[in-house]
């Protein structure tokens, strides 16, 4: 079959917004999570294949609106009528024409979840185009399974959930922290009680606390073993986590609510961040989180992707 150039131009995009309600919540030291949504984002070429991407949206209610709204008229302009393949010179221009937008919106973080959109299809369709997967075009399958935790245990409901995740062999959970010393502890008490001393115990506390919060809160988590803490100081900054971590003597998780390379760079330099989670629906696709992952391994730190 023989392809022209135009073949792998992107001649169509859609655009669509999915939603299932959560029946039984699920509980952050922000907000209650009522329902999971997702802004799906499909790039077609000429040759009819499509590439799917997610740009990130469970927070606030309507970002939905917003991120179909950012797509369509920021960033689809951008790509329409451009070849497919050229996934860096796409990136670059995306985030040169719309990161300045961001920065005056005071919104970047929107602007980076809708690019990542992008850059995912891109990825996909690329990996069609190759028939490889994505993992051989960026090198080679490391592994062919990985360990798996339960997550977001608390602040209600512990026993029965951690139940549950006993029953179904998980060797690791993480707990909802940051409703309060006094549930905090209630959670981390009937976690530990439940799923027993074996278990590996984890929490994340959403930024929840302020550095002096996170330091009265250190004894606690130390008392019932947990390994790491995710998200300890409300904004997240370097220096605040540097601190606890010294004090505290704790590792700290994060890189859920970092955008870009760029951001991601100080967090793993630091002694005080052990684990990285970028989120490829929102840190800016592939092209960015691949950077940060071989950063992350030259430092020797662990990257656990944030994933919904």
């Known amino acids: 079959m023989n392809t022209s150039l135009q073949d792998f131009d992107i001649a169509d995009a859609r655009v669509s917004v999915l939603l299932a309600p959560v029946s039984d919540g699920t509980a952050m030291s922000f907000s209650t999570l009522s329902r ?26 309507w970002a939905p609106v917003e991120r179909v709204a950012t797509l369509t008229r920021g960033v689809l302009p951008l790509l329409i009528g451009k070849d497919s393949r050229k996934i860096q010179r796409l990136h670059d221009k995306m985030i040169n024409s719309l990161e300045p937008i961001g920065r005056q919106w005071g919104a970047p973080g929107p602007i980076m979840q809708a690019i990542s959109a992008a850059d995912i299809a891109l990825w996909d369709l690329l990996a069609k185009t190759e028939k490889k997967s994505i993992s051989e075009l960026i090198g080679s399958r490391c592994r062919d399974s990985i360990e798996i935790y339960a997550s977001s245990l608390g602040p209600t409901g ?3 959930q951690g139940r549950l995740c006993t029953s179904l062999s998980y060797k690791s959970i993480k707990v909802k922290l940051g409703f309060g010393h006094t549930k905090d502890e209630r ?53 605040d ?3 606890f971590y010294s004090a505290a003597d704790l590792p700290v998780a994060t890189g ?53």
């Open 158 to 160: 512990v026993k029965a």
């Open 241 to 243: 986590l540097e601190s």
């Open 36 to 61: 999971r949504a997702m802004v799906l984002l499909e790039l077609e070429t000429h040759s009819g294949l499509t590439g799917m991407g997610e740009s990130w949206v469970n927070f606030p209610e």
């Open 256 to 308: 859920e609510n970092l955008y870009s390379y760029e951001e991601f760079v100080p967090y793993i330099s630091s002694p005080a961040v052990k684990i990285i989670q970028p989120d490829l629906t929102k840190a800016g696709g592939f092209t960015e989180v691949i950077s940060i992952c071989k950063l992350a391994e030259a430092e020797e730190k662990i990257v656990i992707p944030h994933f919904y």
């Open 187 to 239: 959670t981390l008490a009937t976690a530990r009680e439940v799923c027993g001393q074996d278990t590996t115990l984890y929490a994340d506390a959403n930024q929840g606390w302020s550095l002096s919060q996170a330091l009265e809160m250190a004894p606690l988590l130390h008392k019932y073993n947990v390994a790491w803490i995710e998200e300890p100081i409300r904004g997240n900054k370097l220096k």
